[in-house]
């Protein structure tokens, strides 16, 4: 999954990308559960575009593929990470029983951090900085 801040003003929900529209129905104040989906990787789409600028600048990386992601998450993180940056905002969601997200598989990105000398933007810093933008589409006075 990737996620993100926009480098363009977006205006409106629906000209935020698939994976950003899922992460908005967190960031309006969703009255469901969280995701029922498994535990899984991510990438801040910064670090994708970095990896693909270093590949291209990279001998090294001629021919080679790389897999680019940032580490596994929970959706109840990302709950809690919202809930630490705005207070009282999330409390409704973070309080529903949280379901037990196991992951379903392993990852690794040893070799772009080797080879294309990647370091990988964090989950709270992604999805704080997600956060300005759609919380700006959710109260365009910037209100909490």
């Excluded at 535990?39 to 897999?67: I, K, N, T, Y």
């Excluded at 992951?103 to 992604?126: Q, W, Y």
Aim: aromatic share 6%.
């Amino acid at each position: 999954m990737v996620y993100g801040p926009h480098v363009t003003i977006v205006d409106k929900v629906d000209q935020l990308n698939a994976m950003n529209q899922f992460l908005y129905a967190i960031v309006a104040g969703p009255k469901e559960l969280l995701p029922n989906v498994p535990a899984q990787s991510f990438v801040d789409v910064r670090d994708a575009a970095l990896a693909h600028v270093r590949a291209l600048e990279s001998p090294e990386a001629a021919g080679r593929r790389f897999l680019i992601t940032s580490e596994m998450f929970k959706w109840h993180q990302v709950v809690d990470i919202l809930n630490e940056a705005y207070p009282g905002r999330y409390d409704e969601l973070a309080q529903k029983e949280r379901v037990d997200e196991q992951p379903v598989h392993k990852i690794s990105n040893d070799a772009a951090r080797e080879k294309l000398g990647m370091t990988f933007i964090g989950l709270k810093k992604c999805i704080l900085d997600a956060a300005e933008d759609m919380i700006r589409l959710c109260d365009p006075k910037g209100g909490n």
